[in-house]
């Protein structure tokens, strides 16, 4: 079995509601979809999320392109090899994880079509039964964060999330209510993007747990460097995530040993593959640290990969991360099941076991040539 072919499609598919917090402000979400294809006629698909730009993300999957041609999908680590060594792309590192992640997870599609098994079966089977995901809080006033907060709870969800950072006395505001309206039992998590200075996260964070229960902080100060995490953690009781920071394989160690982060906040695409990102949550098993499945902005390809890999990680958290809820459409012939609710199953079709409706993938691809990328601020 050998690769004939390699395509990137970029896709722009809006939100139902903007994403806004102290690092961005978007409405939508623009990612490349890879279709890779074998000689025996298999499909894989993969998608890269994007960072600054997506049209840089695909200018580095196409230069990847000839490293893929003509080798067999099951020899993807020794093709990550002459990815990350010869062609150098080791050297710019984190634009080399979003795009690689993208084609290896096609090439895992493939392999698992081809042996008719799920992902999560070839990363040593499932270790539950489903995966829970998180309410994502949108900002508003105290009805409008009422109202969002009656719907999750109707829908079952039990984490809540709010961005936090932009102004703290809305924030508060935001916060009071919605532990009012979704009682003592639901969890809130927070995440400021590491927007805060040392102290203005102690005093922010000692005083938001006592009064609000925040079940953990994502990224309240810059981890670079990590001393400002580590600091951090001696000076606060409540449990901290990190997300920043965790953008290769050497930074998530150094977190992981640091042990200045309760939960890693983070997802292949962080760490450019699905064999890494599965070896880190296991060292950081060891380390007796939680994984929450990050979200950056995915459509339903990402989304079965990350769930795939969460049903096998033995140390997942609940409240996982998701954004199918916030999206107007995807790119599947069947929603995925978070799109609905908390809570999504095994997978049991091969491969990443979902399928791409190629009408609508064309439909929004065609979006993305017309109208290009949706801004991740506004001026």
């Not at 809540?160 to 809130?188: A, C, W, Y």
């Not at 920043?244 to 992981?256: D, H």
């Not at 978070?338 to 409706?357: S, T, Y």
Request: a negative charge; hydrophobic letters at 40%; glycine letters at 8%.
């Amino acid at each position: 079995m050998k690769i004939v072919d390699l395509q990137t499609i970029p896709v722009r598919i809006p939100y139902k509601h903007a994403e806004v917090s102290s690092l961005i402000d978007r409405s939508g979400i623009v990612d490349i979809v890879v279709k890779i294809t074998t000689d025996n006629g298999l499909v894989g698909w993969g998608e890269a999320q994007r960072a600054a730009s997506a049209s840089t993300i695909e200018d580095a999957i196409i230069a990847m392109k000839p490293l893929v041609l003509g080798r067999d999908p099951w020899d993807k680590e020794a093709i990550a090899r002459d990815v990350y060594g010869p062609a150098l792309w080791r050297l710019q590192i984190m634009t080399a994880n979003f795009a690689w992640s993208a084609i290896d997870m096609a090439l895992w599609d493939i392999c698992g079509k081809h042996v008719g098994q799920p992902l999560y079966r070839m990363f040593g089977g499932a270790q539950r039964e489903e995966v829970d995901y998180f309410y994502y809080m949108s900002r508003g006033t105290d009805d409008e964060i009422a109202a969002q907060a009656k719907e999750g709870l109707d829908l079952g969800y039990s984490v809540f999330f709010l961005k936090t950072g932009v102004d703290e006395n809305v924030e508060e505001r935001m916060l009071d209510t919605l532990r009012q309206s979704i009682g003592p039992d639901k969890k809130i998590r927070i995440d400021s993007n590491e927007v805060w200075p040392l102290p203005d996260a102690v005093r922010y964070l000692q005083a938001w747990h006592a009064h609000y229960d925040i079940d953990f902080a994502e990224a309240p100060v810059t981890v670079d460097p990590i001393e400002n995490m580590v600091d951090l953690k001696r000076r606060v009781s409540v449990p901290l995530a990190m997300n920043e920071g965790l953008w290769s394989e050497e930074q998530v160690m150094k977190v992981i040993h640091s042990r200045c982060a309760d939960y890693l906040t983070f997802s292949p695409a962080w760490v450019g593959s699905l064999r890494r990102f599965y070896l880190l949550m296991h060292a950081a098993h060891i380390e007796g640290q939680l994984v929450c499945k990050h979200c950056h902005g995915e459509f339903g390809i990402s989304a079965a990969a990350g769930q795939h890999m969460m049903l096998s990680a033995p140390n997942a958290t609940e409240g996982n991360q998701q954004l199918a809820f916030n999206m107007a459409d995807d790119i599947l012939t069947e929603p995925l099941p978070i799109a609905k609710g908390p809570k999504w199953g095994r997978i049991e079709g091969p491969g990443l076991g979902v399928e791409v409706d190629e009408e609508k993938l064309s439909h929004y691809h065609e979006e993305y040539v017309r109208f290009g990328e949706f801004p991740t601020y506004q001026i």
